[in-house]
């Protein structure tokens, strides 16, 4: 499949680049961000993906999170998708920032009129990989995800739904239970429709209870002073209660006076690098 580069800019090192392709499971262009460290130059590297949060695309973490220095010290290949199909002409995509464009919440919808388009799960776990293993010098065995907020559900669910597959997973102010939180219910009625029980097979804190072994180390930070956990959008108490109850470990670090921004992302992302680079380079 043909990659189209967009930007190639040189850092710590390494090199930040953003391609455009044709995706087979979305039916539209679409882009990525792919870090490449200098270690890329010589031979293969572990992938580690982010998934981005609600509104926005490729740009926002590779500009924002401050990632390169770690990633570029570790040697680890950082890839990072948009957050749902874009100009795909769908009558009411480009009405709410929480549904549609920017919102494609990482699952695969099976309602009309967004099925046809919107399978983010299976663009971020099986097309998007194969196509970064083909054209990139990435070690397909090495491979971990992290997200925050709607990617940081993103991230927890594509771990807990392939077993094994991940080496590690992390995520930043999660939604943590989405069947039960305003975002979640709006995003899942929509794509999914009307029966509640298919949601569970997105939500994080129902799949952690069906996970069939505990080899997986979860690293969730969360800020204290998150608007979006005060209004009960993120769940993070269902998620480590379910946790806890499967014996599965997790770090969960409540940060003071931290909020939802990237302020917040950027102060701690060290650590997350630091969480996946023990498991990919072991």
Sequence with gaps: MALKQISSN???????????????ELNCKMKFAIYLPPKAETGKCPALYWLSGLTCTEQNFISKSGFH???????????APDTSPRGCNIKGEDESWDFGTGAGFYVNATEDPWKANYRMYSYVTEELPKLINAHFPVDPQR?????HSMGGHGALICALKNPGRYKSVSA??????????????KAFSGYLGADQ??????????????????QLDILIDQGKDDQFLSDGQLL????????TEKKIPVVFRLQEGYDHSYYFIATFITDHIKHHAKYLNA
């Design 236 to 243: 993070p108490d269902n998620f480590i209660a379910a946790c």
């Design 10 to 24: 040189k850092c710590f090192g390494g090199l930040q680049k953003v391609f455009e392709h044709d995706s087979v």
């Design 197 to 214: 029980s298919t949601w569970k097979a997105y939500d994080a804190t129902h799949l952690v209870k069906s996970y069939p072994d505990s």
């Design 172 to 185: 930043f102010a999660p939604i943590c239970n989405p069947v039960l939180c305003p975002w979640g219910k």
């Design 69 to 79: 220095q770690a990633a570029s010290e570790h040697g680890l290949i950082v890839i």
């Design 143 to 147: 491979m971990s995800i992290f997200g």
